[in-house]
């Protein structure tokens, strides 16, 4: 069956420093990639949208890499800030299936 | 409005009832999806319509659940028979072409239901 995994449910890492968070695939073949970003109570925010045949993205301090050898998405936020800390999602579609998300990353960037 | 309004916020039920969560999408968007998110989950897809019609149901997880857009803006998701499980989060979304390609989802706040 599909699935995506998110590397880890939880990341903490220091202000200023570059997020770093994975998401694999398996038994799936995404004609496109998005990522998320959901606050407490809130629902997800599109950051950012990646295709097939693009290996990079970028959008002001946010980067998204889509590696469709080895079933991977990189999504990366350089100069963390505490204002970045949430949940990051990722979304697969293949063009004629809804979009399927991952558990999500809980990011905390400690001041 | 301005974007995707879900109400209510909050609904508490007593296990047996019927309730109705309403979703109001943005102006102008087609296509609208409903999405379950339990606690510590992503999003799961329930249905999705384009216009009026649901085309893509696959996501219901029984026949308690229905879901309506009859003039192809407001969207109702119907759940009878309310079980305890049917508590989590619910996400209405939408966009102006199918989010499952080139377009990206806007979502609302959510409905938070508790089935007690």
């Known amino acids: 069956s599909q699935k995506i995994e998110q590397n880890s449910e939880a990341l903490n890492i220091q202000e200023g420093k570059t997020a770093t968070l994975t998401c694999n695939y398996t038994?799936?073949?995404?004609?496109?990639l998005q990522w998320y970003r959901q606050d407490p109570g809130r629902g997800p925010v599109f950051l950012l949208l990646i295709r097939e045949n693009e290996k990079e993205k970028r959008k002001e301090r946010l980067k998204v890499t889509f590696d469709t050898t080895l079933k991977q998405s990189l999504f990366h936020i350089t100069a963390s800030q505490p204002a970045d800390s949430a949940t990051y999602l990722c979304a697969l579609a293949s063009g004629n299936t809804p979009l399927v998300f991952g558990k999500g990353t809980r990011l905390s960037v400690i001041a | 409005g301005a974007g995707v309004s879900q109400t209510p916020s909050n609904k508490v039920t007593e296990k047996g009832k019927y309730v109705e969560l309403r979703c109001d999408p943005i102006s102008g968007h087609t296509a609208l999806y409903w999405y379950r998110q339990s606690l510590g989950q992503g999003p799961e897809f329930l249905i999705y319509f384009q216009g009026t019609g649901a085309a893509d149901d696959s996501g219901l997880p029984n026949d308690r659940f229905f879901a309506v857009r009859p003039e192809g803006s407001v969207s109702t998701l119907k759940i009878q028979r309310t079980e305890r499980g049917d508590s989590a989060v619910y996400l209405c979304a939408s966009s102006l072409g199918w989010a499952g390609g080139n377009t990206e989802a806007f979502f609302g706040q959510g409905t938070r239901l508790t089935v007690v």
């Open positions: 038994n799936y073949s995404p004609a496109y």
